[in-house]
């Protein structure tokens, strides 16, 4: 029996967790790192993901609020030694960049 967006949404949430750039740089080599900008809900956007809502990505991807993480982006991540918040919706490792100068 397939499981609801409310269940689906609290094992997500029940599987964020924060990782270093030493952490994520692994799954960056394995070109699985997708990034959300800060203002979306990271969880609702791997809901959607698991859940195959193909038009809400694919609008997510068109402004740039969802998109792969580059060999720039990495180079900014080592270089400042930034931390993340992370959920896997497989295959993908979707990150949210935490902000030095916002408090968690």
Do not use: Y
Not at 19 to 25: D, F, M, T, V
Not at 26 to 50: C, E, N, S
Not at 75 to 96: G, I, K, N, Y
């Amino acid at each position: 029996m397939p499981r609801s967006t409310d269940e689906t949404r609290a094992l997500l949430n029940a599987q964020t967790g924060k990782l270093g750039w030493p952490e994520l740089a692994r799954h960056f080599a394995r070109g699985v790192v997708i990034k959300v900008t800060p203002d979306m809900d990271l969880v609702g956007v791997a809901t959607a993901i698991v859940e195959d809502r193909k038009h809400e990505v694919e609008a997510w991807q068109q402004t740039g609020k969802l998109a792969p993480a580059n060999d720039e982006d990495a180079r900014r991540w080592q270089v400042h030694d930034c931390t993340f918040w992370t959920v896997v919706a497989a295959p993908w490792v979707l990150v949210q960049e935490i902000r030095s100068d916002v408090q968690v």
